[in-house]
């Protein structure tokens, strides 16, 4: 190390300079990383951004479906208590006619006319009868129509209270993204102003055109982005350190990933 021979000082304090001495492939590596989570954080909130709307809207669409199907419902409720009441009406008329053709009965002399009446109250008691048992099932409908609308209503409160604090909740979170937005942006601006412009712009075409990341670590070799080996005499350079290598496969900037100093830096899940 030329610096032992530059500073005359005694070894644990050339130690501490040669750490103090910033490595300057360490520090574009880092600074790569730093630009690298800025771009990948704003991406996600630009994400969030879009998706916040959408799922207001969403939750807008499901109140006013639930609305148009308890409409639906309770119309349906009202038409089954009119065909009811038209039941019911049906069954007292044939009851009254049953009545009047039984008290003919009484007064009528020929056996003919008897006959005839007689055949008369039987056709009006098996109507009677079908007015009956659609009367039952009517009274089954509206009872299932009642529940259906209750659980209507209860669906639509549901729909609209978490319509309203959703949106609240939404609404204060895309605040918050835009101020997290508006401090990435400028902590951004350090790292950009502090890598070199060709690498910044190989750094960039990679992030636009590989959807990123555009710095990967390696690790036993292995690229940990595009899961290839890069040949071992590349990888021993790479442990070496002394430029900035790209992935022989992805093209993507290269690291050391187990080199401590880089440790805990990138996360590549
Ligand atoms: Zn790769």
């Not at 951004?188 to 412009?197: C, H, L, M, V, W």
């Not at 900035?244 to 590549?268: A, K």
């Amino acid at each position: 190390m030329p610096v032992c021979f530059l500073l005359p000082l005694p070894p644990k304090q050339v130690e501490a300079k040669i750490k103090e001495r910033k490595n300057p492939l360490e520090e574009t590596i880092r600074l790569l990383i730093g630009l690298q989570d800025c771009d990948l954080r704003i991406r996600k909130i630009h994400q969030k951004r879009a998706e916040g709307p959408e799922i207001i809207k969403q939750l807008a669409e499901t109140a006013s479906q639930a609305e148009a199907q308890l409409q639906e419902t309770r119309q349906g409720l009202e038409n089954a208590k009119k065909e009811r009441r038209s039941r019911e009406k049906n069954l007292d008329d044939l009851r009254s006619k049953i009545q009047k053709s039984n008290l003919k009965l009484s007064s009528i002399k020929s056996n003919k006319e008897y006959t005839a009446v007689l055949k008369e109250i039987e056709d009006l008691k098996r109507e009677k009868a079908i007015q009956e048992d659609g009367l039952i099932e009517i009274m089954e409908e509206l009872e299932r129509l009642e529940k259906e609308c209750a659980a209507g209503e209860h669906r639509l409160d549901d729909a609209k209270k978490r319509y309203e604090s959703d949106q609240a909740q939404i609404l204060n979170e895309l605040r918050q993204l835009e101020n997290d937005l508006s401090n990435l942006l400028q902590e951004r601006k350090t790292f950009e102003g502090s890598i070199d412009a060709t690498l910044l712009k190989h750094y960039t075409s990679l992030m636009n055109h590989r959807g990123g990341p555009a710095v990967s670590p390696v690790i036993k070799g292995v690229c940990q982005t595009c899961r290839l080996h890069i040949p071992p005499q590349k990888f021993n350079e790479l442990i070496r350190g002394e430029a900035v290598m790209s992935c022989p496969n992805c093209h993507r900037i290269i690291y050391w990933g187990e080199d401590e100093r880089f440790q805990g830096l990138m996360d590549i899940s």
